[in-house]
Nanobody, 124 residues
C-alpha cells in the first residue's frame, strides 16, 4: 500500500500564496500519475491538477488557470501545488492521490491511496 501525506495549508488573505506538499511513501512517486483534489464542506471532491509520468500536467478547474502550478521532485518523492493569487473560493481541504489506471483525469473515483488532506482557508 502507498501512503500520501499533504502539508503546507493554512490561513491566508485573498491575493496571497501557499505551496502545498504531497509526499509519498511505499512507491516511487515519479513512476505514477498524481492528482491534486479539493473538497469544500457540503460539496463533492473535485480534481484540480494532475501531473503525468512525463512531468506534464492537466488542469481541471477553470478558475485556477494561471494561478496554480503542479510540479514534482523525484529525489524527495514529493509533488507540489503552488497556489498564487488565492481567492476565498479556493477555501477547501486539499488532497493528493494516485491514479489507478496510469493516466491523468479529474475524476476522484479514478484515484486511490488518498492522503489525509490539508486545510486551505482564504479569508480577510
Amino acid at each position: 500500500q502507498a501512503q500520501f501525506r499533504e502539508s503546507g495549508g493554512g490561513l491566508v488573505r485573498p491575493g496571497g500564496s501557499l505551496r502545498l506538499s504531497c509526499t509519498l511513501s511505499g512507491f516511487t512517486l515519479q513512476y505514477y500519475y498524481i492528482g491534486w483534489f479539493r473538497q469544500a464542506p457540503g460539496k463533492e471532491r473535485e480534481g484540480v491538477l494532475c501531473i503525468e509520468n512525463s512531468g506534464g500536467s492537466i488542469n481541471y478547474v477553470d478558475s485556477e488557470k494561471g494561478r496554480f502550478t503542479i510540479s514534482r521532485d523525484g529525489a524527495k518523492n514529493t509533488v507540489y501545488l503552488q497556489m498564487n493569487s488565492l481567492k476565498p473560493e479556493d477555501t477547501a481541504v486539499y488532497y493528493c492521490a494516485m491514479n489507478r489506471f496510469g493516466r491523468c483525469s479529474g475524476e476522484p473515483s479514478d484515484f486511490h491511496y488518498w492522503g489525509q488532506g490539508t486545510q486551505v482557508t482564504v479569508s480577510s
